[in-house]
């Protein structure tokens, strides 16, 4: 499976027009194109962020929505982003799929790694890292995004409300100090966003 995913910054006071907007539109506008797997929006309203993520199939599936959605995208974005950054991963390694209402809270750490080490890192990830967050309070679900041509991964939690997602944040410290230096990453940056959206792809079926 891959994962297209979008990170905007722009004018806190018009993030919720753009939010919005993705909210009415978004979903069916994914939902119509093939190989569409899910789909989730991210928020952090106070500095003026917005990230989010589809899911497809195949990497074919994904470069077909990303040129027939672009041009929408972009008017979707245009009332309040400065900056837009697309990347595109493979979802490596994920829990099952889960429900989470808006209000839920998201954490992202991005991170660079040895090309050569992102299988133990994988294999790390399904292993030990999943089933131990797997048992904090409120956890819903962690994903895995690779880049192996560039060494780059992105781990997302998502957690039922904004407490759980604050009370995980000394136990999920913790297990990033234990395996962090095993697996050879190098961690560039942790951020935490409301959910604003989330389509499972188990909603399709």
Request: hydrophobic share 45%.
């Amino acid at each position: 499976m891959y994962v297209r995913t979008l990170y905007a910054t722009g004018d806190p006071a018009r993030i919720d027009e753009a939010l919005d907007a993705l909210r009415a539109e978004a979903v069916g506008l994914l939902t119509d194109r093939p190989g569409y797997r899910g789909y989730g929006l991210f928020a952090d309203r106070t500095v003026g962020k917005i990230a989010m993520g589809s899911w497809w199939e195949s990497e074919q599936a994904q470069q077909d929505s990303d040129e027939a959605l672009k041009a929408r995208r972009a008017a979707l974005l245009a009332p309040f982003a400065g900056t837009v950054t697309v990347d595109v991963w493979e979802a490596a390694a994920f829990s099952p799929p889960a429900p989470a209402a808006p209000g839920a809270g998201f954490r992202m750490v991005r991170a660079d790694i040895d090309p050569a080490r992102i299988d133990d890192l994988v294999e790390r990830f399904r292993t030990t890292l999943l089933p131990e967050m797997g048992r904090l309070d409120g956890f819903v679900s962690g994903t895995l995004l690779v880049n192996r041509a560039e060494g780059r991964s992105s781990v997302g939690t998502i957690f039922r409300d904004r407490a759980a997602l604050e009370a995980s944040r000394a136990p999920q410290a913790a297990l990033r100090a234990r395996n962090v230096p095993a697996a050879g990453v190098t961690v560039r940056s942790l951020e935490e966003f409301e959910v604003v959206l989330l389509d499972r792809p188990a909603d399709h079926g």
